[in-house]
Every structure is written in C-alpha cells, then in structure tokens.
C-alpha cells in the first residue's frame, strides 16, 4: 500500500502528550496509538482527536475506565461542553499490559481497534476535518503514534510496490495453527485474521518484505519499521543492502535471546556483533518500533524510542546502501524508507 509524504511517527512521547497531525484529519487516515497501560491507583486514561492544542473541541474522546468491572467512554465536546455519553464494554485494555489501538477516519465516523480486533463505531458529531492535534493523558507509557493513509493505492507485490514509505497493516497478535517451516527455515503463520468491518481489513503481503531506498543512504537518513513478532518466532532479520552485499544484517534471535550485527561482503560473513547494553528489546508476539538512524560512520539503532547500539560501517559507500529486506517470523505494519 502507497503512502508516500507520511506523517512521521512520534517515537516513545511522554505523556501527557499534545501533537499535531499534519494537514488535520482526511478520509481513511488511520491513527495508531501503541503503549502499555501504567500499573497505578489512577483508573482512566484518555486519546483525544481534538482542534488545536485546547481541550475545548474535541472531536473524538476516547476514554478508558478501569472502575467496577470496566468500560470505555466516548465523547465530543464543542465549545467546552461535553455531549452525551457512550459507553462500551467489555473493557480491552488492562493495567500493565501492552496495548494497540487505532483510529480510522471514515466520512460517517471514527472506527476503533483494539489489539488488531473491532471494538467500537462513533459517528461523527462535528465535521472530522476540524481535528488537527492528539493529545494523550492519564497512566500510560506510549512507544509509538503512527500515522498511515488506507485510501492510498491498494496492496501490491513486493516487488513492484512503489517507493518511499509503503505502510501495511496486520492484526496486532496473530492467532492460528502451527507455524509452517519453510525451505530457508523461516516460519510462516496460517494464523487466520480477525475479523473487521468493512474498510479496515489489512493487506497482507508476502514476506519476505523488498522495496528500495530512493537515493540511498547518506548521514542523518532514517528508516523505521513497525509490527508485530510472531507468537512462535525464532528468528527474524533486517537486512540493508548494496548490490549482492548486505552492508547491515539486523538479526534478532529469539532461540538465542540475543540480536546479532553482521555484514555480508562477497557472501562472506564478517565476524559477528552480539553484544547487548539491556535486555533483549524484541519479544514474541509483541509489536516492536525500530529506527535505524545512518550516520557518518555508523547506524545508530533506537528499539521502541530506546537506544539500543551503534553499527560501525563496514561498507563506506553509502548511497550505494539502497534496498531494505525484511524476512523471518515478524508481521510488518509500517515502513518508512
């Protein structure tokens, strides 16, 4: 799926958070909020697409309560005033547990998941191209708000999806039988989907994942990728390439519990970086956030806003570093080349 001129994504806000969404909201924008829910004595939180960085037009409050056995307020204030309530149940969120929700922007209403699954419709109440801010408040630790156009080109091959950011969207937790194995070792889910109203069912390319970098690489280019692990995952890799050679091989291993760096020069691996300053930053079946930032002299890599570890090159040529490979037991949900 196309998306070229995205709206970047804000890595690892703090909260509270008030940003601006480019050019407001449009139909088929889909706005993902990815966090965990802060195990505390507070019992709400609130996502709200509002006008400008006041709480006084809000077009969209979305508004998780952990009070009796739980539910989820939504709400539209204009002028300062609130209108009625809706509330919803069951409650789909959970104190400290991770979490991903999303808003997609349909002429009629807001639709809403959670965790990859449908959770609730809120027809518009006031014109939706007002909203040209998020703000997120109350007890929760957010990695990521991304921003995706689901009315761009539709869904194609690999390797003929155009260029620039190609965002594609999957459930947040594949479900389904045993992974199959295939010749080259990667596993492969038959994990059946969750259903979705009409609208917000996602593309599902092949992995594993191609698409060129326009240009190349140079000093102060960013690449970010975000989905989920596979629940069975052993193994999964991001590879920049030059040619035939893979100027960096990113390889978490799950069967390991270790991330391993390399570079791949005439088919000869070059000796192997494995060092880690933390815990290994990838998990099954969890979404993750990676930017890897090319510098002068190295990659500098940030795993869901957090520093993980620089990457000396070993490939100098730069601009000739101009292909990203994804492969292995990971689902993609953006990519940003």
């Known amino acids: 799926m196309a998306f070229s001129g995205a709206q970047a994504p804000y890595l690892s806000p703090v909260v509270p958070f008030s940003g601006t969404i480019q050019g407001g909201l449009q139909d088929g924008l889909q706005i993902t909020v990815n966090g965990s829910v802060i195990n505390s ?18 077009a969209l409050h979305f508004n998780p309560r952990f009070e009796k056995e739980g539910y989820v307020v939504c709400n539209t204030r ?4 609130w209108g009625p309530e809706e509330r919803k149940k ?20 807001f639709k809403v998941l ?12 006031v014109p939706f191209h007002r909203v040209d801010n998020i703000s997120v408040v109350g007890p929760v630790q957010l990695s990521y708000i991304s921003f995706q156009n689901t009315r761009a080109a539709p869904a194609q091959p690999a390797c003929s999806m155009p ?32 259903f979705q109203p009409p609208g917000m069912r996602p593309a599902y390319p092949p992995m594993p994942f191609f698409t060129s970098i326009p240009g190349g690489l140079y000093p102060s280019k960013c690449i970010v990728l975000s989905g989920t692990v596979l629940p069975c995952a052993q193994r999964f890799h991001i590879n920049l390439c030059a040619g035939s050679d893979i100027a960096f091989h990113l390889n978490p291993r799950f069967d390991e519990n270790t991330v391993v760096r390399n570079t791949q020069v005439d088919s000869s691996w070059g000796p192997e970086e494995r060092g880690l300053p933390r815990q290994m930053p ?20 940030a795993v869901d806003g957090q520093h993980l570890f620089d990457y000396c090159h070993n490939l100098k040529n730069l601009p000739a570093i101009d292909r990203l490979e994804v492969g292995g037991d990971v689902q993609l949900a953006h990519v940003q080349v």
Do not use: W
């Not at 004595?41 to 809000?58: C, H, K, P, Y």
């Not at 204009?78 to 005033?81: M, T, V």
């Open 282 to 301: 990838f998990a099954r079946g969890q979404s993750f956030l990676v930017c890897i930032m090319c510098e002068s002299y190295c990659f500098k890599v």
């Open 114 to 125: 959670v965790n990859g699954s449908f959770f609730v419709q809120y027809s518009h109440r």
């Open 163 to 194: 260029q620039f950011s190609q965002p594609v969207r999957f459930p947040y937790r594949p479900r389904g039988g045993k992974p199959k194995v295939t010749a080259n070792g990667n596993h492969h889910s038959d994990s059946s989907r969750p």
């Open 78 to 81: 204009q002028k300062g005033r």
């Open 41 to 58: 004595r507070e019992n709400r939180f609130a996502v709200n697409l509002q006008t400008g960085f006041s709480d006084n037009d809000i």
């Open 90 to 109: 069951p409650m789909p969120f959970q104190k400290g547990r991770p979490f991903e929700l999303s808003f997609l922007v349909q002429s009629s209403d």
